[in-house]
């Protein structure tokens, strides 16, 4: 098998957890998130007896040519090998379903903003805004933290990867040292350490802001991008690739050049029009129903052509979880907890 070619993709399968959630037992469904074919690497193996359609998230962009390539070399390596196995790649931008088309890859396109969960991002009134501004993202260049460096405050709440954290913490040291108005909301308040916050936290967290920023060239959906809008920030995102301009338009977004005194001025403008959370939520909550919808119908002509003929937007509730993923697991763990395996039909 020829060797695929590089990417600057973060989310490389082969060292990729399992990110996944059971969508039906029987047919069998499964969603997975993080790179494209991680899961259906590590799951193809116990289920080759039985009936599988992947749902294929993924959290960068199958435009970049890189993980396109490793996508479809994987693809047709697990085709091959599994036949009971179908792959149905969900897309964050319909440039990447008109891409996977010309590679003769199945897209459908089913952002995955839309799988969270609203009930935990909501706007807190009774949280005060003491930062123009909020950035979630990790220490990583592409992130283009810098560009934040004329907001006169604002909070940046990261993640540490597990690989090479010195490195990491040396590069938050560099933002602190450039931007004295950056704070860390994450940083515990006793001891100024690093905590990673739960998805709660970091509602509380955004509720401190005025705005939501998003400052990447390219990147996946960007579950950021929603999170903000359904606290009821507005957001100032760059121009970029990926689909996190899915969920904004111009009543509660700006789409700015990826410049310093840009963003800054973006932000300035939107807090000055003291915009409704109430309706920056609604608007976003409207465009999460029709993904949602969108997403019954797929499984539900799936369930259809396997016989199965019970309306799935009746369950749908029941199989809904936060982003789609239950805790991440060993496949072994997975195919056990829900009864795949040989001899458990």
């Not at 994987?74 to 196995?85: A, D, F, K, T």
């Amino acid at each position: 098998m020829t060797t695929p070619p590089a990417t600057s993709n973060p989310w490389m399968f082969p060292k990729d957890y399992l990110r996944c959630h059971l969508v039906n037992r029987d047919p069998c469904i499964i969603i997975s998130y993080g790179s494209p074919m991680a899961a259906p690497t590590q799951l193809c193996q116990h289920l080759a007896h039985r009936k599988v359609y992947f749902l294929l998230g993924n959290w960068w962009s199958l435009l970049d040519f890189g993980l396109l390539m490793q996508t479809k070399c994987v693809y047709s390596m697990l085709r091959e090998q599994y036949p009971l196995h179908e792959f149905i790649f969900l897309t964050n931008a319909p440039d990447e379903c008109r891409i996977l088309e010309r590679v003769g890859l199945p897209g459908y396109f089913c952002h995955h903003n839309a799988f969270l969960d609203e009930r935990i991002f909501r706007p807190l009134p009774q949280v005060a805004k003491d930062l123009d501004a909020v950035y979630t993202a990790r220490l990583s260049r592409f992130k283009r933290h810098l560009l934040a460096r004329d907001i006169p405050s604002w909070g940046l709440l990261y993640y540490l990867l597990e690989e090479n954290r010195p490195k990491q913490r040396a590069y938050l040291r560099h933002l602190q040292r450039l931007m004295p108005g950056m704070a860390c909301p994450n940083h515990d308040p006793q001891t100024g350490q690093y905590r990673r916050l739960s998805a709660e936290e970091m509602c509380q967290a955004y509720n401190r802001a005025r705005v939501g920023l998003c400052l990447s060239e390219a990147e996946g959906g960007n579950y950021a991008a929603t999170e903000y809008l359904l606290c009821g920030l507005p957001v100032v995102s760059t121009k970029n690739q990926g689909g996190r301009d899915y969920f904004l338009d111009a009543e509660n977004s700006r789409t700015i050049e990826p410049e310093g005194g840009a963003v800054a001025r973006a932000v300035a403008e939107l807090i000055s029009l003291n915009l409704s959370p109430r309706e920056i939520r609604l608007r976003a909550l409207l465009k999460i129903r029709e993904v949602r919808q969108d997403f019954i119908r797929l499984v539900g002509a799936i369930l259809q052509r396997e016989g199965c003929h019970e309306n799935f937007a009746d369950r749908f509730d029941s199989v809904f979880v936060h982003k789609m993923l239950t805790h991440p697991g060993t496949p072994e763990e997975f195919v056990a907890k829900h009864g795949l395996g040989p001899g458990q039909a």
